[in-house]
């Protein structure tokens, strides 16, 4: 288990979650995310020459959140560190790690885009919340919720 932060505690204090955090807690807990590190495991690096790879996991949370939230890969880089929702669902602690480089996710995502592993991901996604009577609506830029569908 993870030391909490001054800033954990802070922000575990507050009256209500924001909408942002209710979407990616409902998210975090929807996708199964072993069996999807599986998939792309087999194409992922493997570390052998330069540096060492990312976290297939932590790559593939960042890489949900660009898409969600319709971000660039420098935006996004830059709306984890101001965001302790999106930190939360990257599960990033700032004492022992940094959020992957832009460049880092553009190479991450163009290699789900040529084994068309993104493709399956967000069919996957569509059928759990189909599942689970919810629906993924993105209304402004920024601003993705999940609300329970009707039953006719």
């Not at 009256?15 to 998210?27: I, P, S, V, Y």
């Not at 976290?55 to 965001?83: N, P, V």
């Not at 885009?113 to 993104?118: A, E, H, R």
Request: glycine letters at 4%; proline letters at 3%.
């Amino acid at each position: 288990m993870k030391q909490q932060t001054f800033a954990d505690v802070e922000y575990s204090h507050r009256k209500r979650k924001t909408k942002r955090e209710q979407f990616l807690n409902t998210m975090d807990r929807l996708i199964p995310w072993e069996c999807w590190v599986d998939e792309i495991r087999p194409y992922y690096a493997k570390g052998r020459r330069g540096r060492p790879p990312r976290g297939i996991e932590l790559m593939l949370r960042m890489h949900l959140l660009k898409t969600w939230f319709s971000l660039s890969e420098s935006g996004l880089e830059d709306a984890i560190y101001d965001s302790y929702a999106m930190r939360g669902f990257m599960h990033i602690d700032f004492l022992n790690q940094q959020v992957p480089s832009a460049a880092t996710l553009r190479r991450f995502r163009r290699l789900l885009k040529k084994n068309k592993i993104d493709e399956m991901i967000f069919a996957d996604i569509d059928e759990r919340l189909k599942a689970a009577g919810l629906s993924l609506r993105i209304r402004e830029m920024t601003d993705v919720s999940v609300a329970r569908t009707r039953k006719a």
